[in-house]
């Protein structure tokens, strides 16, 4: 990868894009969450859409997503002791008591909670952009990902446009994680990668895809890290979050102070004006 990073924070990208239009975005500048944007739990269907609510506040023009120190795991019985504070733009899921429901990580999983079915936004092909200020705390990690709609079993693959694990964030480089995962759609292989950069991702970075008919372009900073000849060929949803592990936490001295803060300054979203073709 010949990319080159600088330190400190990467600006803000203009809201326009030259070749595109905006077609959804956030800046996050008020003082409550959109919910016409955003769907305030993480996959309710496993738990409930009480148990999986994130906590946030908004400061200086910024979402913050919180891991708070009395937090309660968002779904014990099939994820442990994992707590989160995540949105999402879309929620798909079965009767209670079936196997049919988004991102089923655990085979165990049974819909534990009916959910009015939804979409906020859930495009299929387009540019998308965020910029965000990552952790350096061991047991945590944030991500911005997409996953299938699933309305059907097989559209349910992962572009994982950025996962930055806490315990491999420093100063002097980060571990940037990025890539596809089929989960059940079989026409998708796994192509996930880390790479060690020389940046300190707790700094504000712009990381985005560009996701087309045939391929998905990575990029970091406005440079292109890496393309991925394969695409997912439905719509997807964006799931926003940062995650913690308390039993790695324990085995970690470098627990960090709560509340854990991730800080996002925008979402963005466009088409091109040419349109993708296969």
């Not at 330190?7 to 956030?26: K, T």
């Not at 560009?210 to 060929?233: C, G, M």
């Amino acid at each position: 990868m010949e990319a080159k990073f600088t330190s400190g924070d990467f600006p803000a990208n203009p809201l326009e894009r030259a070749g595109y239009r905006l077609e959804f975005h956030d800046e996050f500048n008020g003082e409550s969450l959109d919910t016409e944007k955003w769907l305030p739990f993480h996959l309710p269907q496993w738990s409930s859409r009480a148990l999986s609510a994130p906590r946030y506040s908004f400061q200086d023009g910024n979402l913050i997503l919180l891991i708070t120190e009395d937090q309660q795991p968002w779904c014990l019985e099939f994820d442990g002791q994992v707590r989160c504070s995540s949105i999402q733009t879309g929620v798909f899921a079965g009767r209670i008591g079936s196997q049919i429901g988004q991102h089923r990580f655990n085979r165990a999983c049974v819909v534990r909670e009916a959910q009015q079915n939804a979409r906020t936004y859930t495009p299929q092909y387009g540019y998308f952009e965020t910029r965000l200020k990552a952790v350096n705390t061991p047991a945590d990690h944030v991500a911005l990902w997409m996953i299938g709609y699933e309305d059907r079993p097989e559209r349910s693959a992962e572009i994982a446009i950025c996962e930055i694990m806490g315990a491999y964030v420093k100063t002097s480089s980060s571990r940037i994680g990025h890539g596809v995962h089929p989960w059940s759609d079989p026409a998708i292989h796994d192509a996930f990668y880390e790479d060690f950069l020389e940046l300190d991702a707790t700094d504000f970075h712009v990381y985005a895809v560009e996701w087309t008919a045939t391929h998905v372009d990575f990029y970091l900073d406005n440079q292109k890290t890496r393309t991925i000849e394969q695409s997912p060929n439905y719509p997807m949803q964006f799931m926003l979050g940062i995650y913690e592990r308390p039993d790695i936490q324990i085995e970690l001295s470098n627990a960090g102070s709560y509340p854990k803060k991730f800080i996002v300054d925008y979402f963005r979203a466009y088409q091109p004006l040419s349109g993708y073709s296969d």
